[in-house]
């Protein structure tokens, strides 16, 4: 089969190689930056890794994803690739903060030996032209119960301070945040840790600062979390904690949170490594990576030459109880073509696999399946991502939440990428998938007023022509 029916529209994707953590976002004078992490020479062994870049003016149509690094490994700090990393505007246009990771040769553990985690800035005019790197920080200046796992520094500023946080292992196997403060974000000093009150993993990666209605959350990727009930086996979660009110990263000293009330921003197969930021309307938007770093399913079928993709912009507002609200971005609704109505029991074909499904709820239990392969499924207590037995999976089986009341539901499918957000974003599942009938079939089964389906357009397309 063509692999062309795999590739998406309107999910950024890289022309070719591999695809990881979005980096550095950002908006600058009218124009959205996503960076990312990237391998163009992948599936090969020891494939550099860097940055890739796409910019938009409207989060719709995209430029760039070529096959050249943004930001290449080219220095002895970032030998074995320049790791993720965050965008901070300011006057002279943007600085790229980024972490540079060096793996020893020798018998090393490359936990406690054999490692180097730089912090590297990089400075760009208009996000297109980079400038000098410059080297902040190395493992000497991180606090001595750190392993050599400190990375992704999420930095910010906070009237005449600058904040970075990192994400830290300690020599106690729990993962942390290490708290630093600069004047003028070039030279740091560490001025404390988040940590939380029973373990949540043994490396806390890409933290990230979320600030909505004058509260503040830590964004994690805690791995060591595959016992966990709910982890479905998986080692890498990613997930957010609520500070307690009135309390900021941005400060001095040591903060604890509580673990209990640690909560997944995506309940799907495929997300991780999220990164907000706060665009020039004041919107906070957050894209994810539609992937994990171990998973024991495919994201690149037998000669697929691209791997992963990156989740749709979504708007985050804040929830009730310290919850998280997800929606897609509402420029999104510019690729909408031709509406169709859908009714309970009734079924659609659409000439492509990409469309916009909205259900206003629920009277009952309810199925919305898509290529008789991929079912969205609520029972009046739980809603279920759930593959059939066929290969559209690729491993993936089902995914379940507690939901004793479905009041919407959004369903995104763009070729061989689907998220879906319940309850105005309160719950949410990523999931890769690839179909192989040639139309998209949409089926509606259950106790439900109908849905809206709209077919979408391309946003890629002018990229990858």
């Given at each position: 089969m063509s692999h062309d029916l795999w590739r998406m529209g309107f999910h950024l994707m890289p022309p070719t190689g591999w695809l990881n953590d979005p980096n550095g976002l950002c908006q600058l004078s009218g124009t959205y930056h996503v960076f990312h992490q990237y391998s163009p020479d992948w599936p090969a062994a020891d494939a550099p890794r860097g940055w890739g870049h796409f910019w938009s003016r409207d989060l719709?149509?995209?430029q760039g994803g070529g096959s050249d690094f943004a930001i290449a490994p080219d220095t002895p700090d970032e030998a074995s690739g320049a790791y993720s990393g965050c965008a901070v505007p300011f006057e002279g246009g943007v600085r790229l903060y980024y972490t540079g990771n060096v793996k020893e040769r020798g018998d090393f553990d490359y936990v406690r030996t054999g490692r180097r985690s730089v912090q590297i800035l990089v400075e760009s005019p208009?996000?297109?032209?980079?400038?000098?790197?410059?080297?902040?920080?190395?493992?000497?200046d991180y606090p001595a119960f750190c392993t050599r796992h400190v990375r992704d520094p999420k930095v910010w500023r906070a009237g005449d301070a600058w904040w970075m946080i990192l994400g830290a292992r300690d020599l106690d196997d729990r993962g942390l945040v290490l708290r630093l403060r600069s004047d003028d974000g070039i030279t740091w000093e560490n001025t404390g840790t988040v940590r939380s009150d029973e373990p949540l993993g043994f490396m806390w990666e890409c933290p990230d600062r979320v600030a909505l209605d004058g509260r503040e959350w830590l964004s994690l990727c805690p791995q060591g979390m595959q016992a966990l009930p709910w982890a479905n086996g998986m080692r890498d979660q990613s997930g957010y904690l609520p500070l307690p009110e009135g309390e900021t990263l941005g400060r001095t000293g040591d903060l604890t949170l509580d673990a209990g009330l640690f909560r997944r921003w995506d309940c799907g197969f495929d997300f991780y490594a999220p990164q907000t930021f706060v665009d020039e309307s004041g919107r906070t938007l957050l894209i994810g990576w539609m992937g994990t770093p171990e998973a024991p399913f495919e994201s690149a079928p037998d000669g697929l030459p691209w791997c992963h993709c990156l989740t749709v912009p979504r708007e985050v507002t804040a929830g009730a109880d310290g919850t998280l609200l997800q929606r897609p971005a509402r420029e999104l609704e510019a690729l909408r073509g031709a509406r169709h109505e859908l009714t309970a029991g009734g079924s659609l074909e659409l000439g492509e696999h990409r469309a916009d499904v909205l259900l206003a709820g629920a009277a009952g239990p309810l199925e919305l399946l898509?290529?008789?392969a991929l079912a969205l499924c609520w029972d009046g207590a739980e809603l279920s991502l759930r593959f059939s037995g066929s290969s559209v999976g690729c491993g993936r089986t089902e995914r379940t939440v507690p939901c004793n009341n479905l009041r919407d539901l959004r369903v995104l499918v763009d070729s061989s990428a689907v998220e879906a957000f319940a309850n105005d974003g309160a719950?949410?599942?990523?999931?890769?998938?690839?179909?192989?009938?040639?139309?998209?079939s949409v089926a509606l089964a259950g106790a439900s007023g109908g849905a809206s389906v709209w077919?979408?357009?391309?946003?890629?397309?002018?990229?990858?022509?």
């Open positions: 719709v149509r995209w208009d996000g297109l032209r980079m400038g000098e790197k410059r080297v902040l920080l190395r493992n000497a898509l290529d008789d719950l949410v599942f990523a999931t890769r998938w690839f179909p192989r009938a040639e139309r998209l077919e979408m357009g391309d946003g890629m397309a002018a990229t990858y022509a």
